[in-house]
């Protein structure tokens, strides 16, 4: 098998051949400090974390770098309002985004570079941009000069001008050679901090937006690497830029192959336009805010169930959608450790481990299963159809259970067979971040007196239910859903968790 992914420069699928053989380099846009961040942030680092993890397990090598836009004029605004140091608040919303990742799964970034970090490197790119013709100063401000670029609108198609609608710079300046060039440097303001002030050839200022991310790259990954990645949106103008003042000055392909993840789509219907509504809504989006109210396996759940380049909708019934399907795999996770009496989390054993199967309906499909998923993956990371088809190894396996009796009966051949096949659910999910550990499914906010009264209440149900008190049952059954747990009835009893 081979990984095919789509490529945003060439706008069709390409086999994926890294530049050094063996090894990956990939790179992500990451955030702008300035703000909480919000569930749009963690959509590109679940993905490309995913990505690392297929990667790795294909045999490759890989160094995935993550930028922290730490200079820039949004977080100059936003300490203002707040009265607070600028790198003060910086460092503090980074901190804020990285523990966040980290719940989400998301540990294996090798190198977070701050752009305040790299200054020099900027200056020293910029000025061999000026050296050759491609950039030029004008009253303490650089600017790319895109006429110089002939292949410039190579990866969106659109042209330098289109840039100055909505740009993220906010300049137009009468300075300008093209009224599409774009700052590679901006003159310090009179009012500003000094510690947003960087000396430089062409006087106190700092770098703009574009060129942050080109340095980073270049300076951790190689003037020219495999994978670059980032939201839909940034494909213009920013990527753009970036091929433009990379390649111009390097005379080399900047990133092998461009990657770009569809955007969040938020339901807003019942949202009015007021500030103070749209403010607690975002507010509600935000990552600390969603991680204390969901579980992070339910939120990378929602986000891998589509495919990266469509976009993602993220609603109370997509919320809700997700978490039917994990407690699918929750439900049959404790079927399984009931019937062979291990946890399918310690996935020591996989199917084509197990022994003496004979004709076993099961092996032969299961088997026939981890090759879809991984021709899945193989076909530009399609993460929603590789948990399709872990959909329907959990429905074999239950299928397995039922058809052996294994719940009332004892079949040591039956029950190793259904181990196994968890045993590869469970290795193939870890691929996606899925499954790494046991939901909490006894904790009910940490408190054991609690757990022991659901308990008695799901006695209390048993015992009036043998003396046909149905109503009494049907009663507590209803009030705990309200309370939101469940009840499974099981022919050995009854178990409980958490919605």
């Not at 303490?140 to 670029?149: E, K, L, P």
């Not at 901090?193 to 700092?206: L, N, Q, T």
């Not at 159809?385 to 294994?406: D, H, K, P, T, W």
């Not at 009910?444 to 003396?467: M, S, Y």
Request: charge should be negative; proline fraction near 4%.
């Amino acid at each position: 098998m081979t990984l095919r992914v789509y490529n945003t420069l060439s706008r069709q699928k390409e086999l994926f051949e890294p530049v050094v053989p063996g090894r990956v380099s990939m790179y992500l846009c990451g955030p702008t400090v300035y703000k909480p961040a919000h569930i749009g942030h963690a959509v590109g680092p679940v993905i490309f974390d995913v990505m690392k993890r297929y990667l790795t397990y294909k045999g490759f090598t890989v160094r995935w770098a993550v930028n922290i836009t730490d200079v820039e004029d949004k977080i100059i605004a936003e300490a203002a309002r707040l009265g607070v140091d600028v790198m003060q608040l910086a460092r503090e919303l980074e901190r804020q985004y990285v523990d966040a990742l980290a719940r989400l799964g998301v540990r294996s970034i090798d190198v977070l570079p701050r752009a305040s970090e790299h200054i020099a490197d900027m200056i020293a790119h910029i000025r061999g941009l000026i050296d050759r013709g491609y950039a030029y100063a004008v009253e303490g401000d650089v600017y790319f000069d895109v006429s110089r670029d002939a292949d410039y609108g190579k990866l969106s198609g659109r042209r330098a001008e289109d840039q100055l609608s909505g740009t993220r710079d906010g300049l137009v300046s009468r300075t300008k050679r093209n009224a599409g060039d774009f700052a590679l440097w901006k003159a310090a303001k009179p009012d500003e901090p000094d510690a947003v002030k960087y000396d430089s050839p062409w006087g106190p200022g700092r770098p703009g937006w574009h060129i942050e991310c080109s340095v980073m790259a270049a300076r951790h990954l190689g003037e020219t690497f495999d994978i670059h990645g980032g939201g839909m949106d940034l494909i213009f103008p920013h990527h753009e830029n970036e091929i433009a003042q990379s390649e111009s000055l390097a005379d080399k392909p900047f990133a092998r192959y461009w990657l770009h993840n569809g955007l969040t789509r938020f339901n807003t219907k019942k949202i009015s336009k007021s500030d103070e509504e749209m403010q607690q809504m975002m507010s509600e989006l935000q990552l600390g805010h969603l991680l204390s109210v969901h579980s992070p396996e339910l939120i990378r759940m929602l986000i891998l169930s589509s495919h990266y380049r469509a976009p993602i909708d993220f609603s109370p019934a997509t919320l809700e959608s997700a978490r039917k399907g994990l407690d699918t795999f929750y439900r049959l996770f404790e079927r399984v450790e009931r019937v062979t009496g291990r946890s399918p989390y310690v996935a020591d054993v996989r199917i084509e481990q197990v022994r003496d199967v004979g004709a076993a309906p099961l092996f032969e499909e299961v088997l026939s299963d981890q090759v879809r998923f991984l021709e899945a993956m193989d076909d530009d990371f399609n993460t929603a159809a590789a948990i399709g088809v872990l959909f329907e190894i959990a429905g074999r396996i239950n299928r397995s259970i039922e058809g052996a009796r294994l719940e009332t009966t004892r079949d040591e051949h039956a029950a190793a067979l259904v181990g196994g096949a968890a045993g590869s659910l469970v290795f193939l999910g870890r691929l996606l971040g899925l499954f790494e550990q046991p939901p909490a499914t006894r904790d009910v906010g940490g408190d054991r007196l609690t757990a022991e009264l659901i308990e008695l209440l799901i006695e209390t149900r048993a015992a009036a239910r043998k003396a046909r008190q149905y109503d009494i049952g049907d009663t507590i059954r209803k009030r705990l859903d309200e309370l939101g747990i469940l009840l499974e009835d099981r022919a050995d009893g009854t178990s409980w968790r958490r919605k």
